[in-house]
Nanobody
């Protein structure tokens, strides 16, 4: 699975952005997610969404960021509202394919930079 993320940029504190991630194949049965990595920090989970639409969020983004998916477009989104400087990071799209008793396989996009600054 190839993933292409877009939508990053420079935004002022309190502003909004929407990230998009387009997959090279159907994502109907794939768990999708967004992760981020700030300078000098480890990559961390932001939000995930299952094939059935169940979502999970990091505590730091609950109520501000919303993950969604459009299976007809092979696309997952991250709507980012009320952005804070601490949201500044490179955001990566993830696709996780579960294979029964075998370990899951992760695919990653190249990332898109989000900078929150006045």
């Amino acid at each position: 699975v190839q993933l292409q993320a877009s939508g990053g940029g420079l935004v002022q504190p309190g502003g909004s952005l929407r990230l998009s991630c387009v997959a090279s194949r159907s994502i109907t049965d794939i768990h999708m997610g967004w992760y981020r990595q700030a300078p000098g920090k480890q990559r961390e989970l932001v939000a995930t969404i299952t094939g059935g639409g169940s979502t999970n969020y990091a505590d730091s983004v609950k109520g501000r960021l919303v993950i969604s998916r459009d299976n007809t477009k092979n696309t997952v989104y991250l709507q980012m509202n009320s952005l804070k400087p601490e949201d500044t990071a490179v955001y990566y799209c993830n696709a996780r394919i579960y294979r029964g008793y075998l370990p899951p396989v992760d695919y990653w996009g190249k990332g898109t930079l989000v900078t929150v600054s006045s």
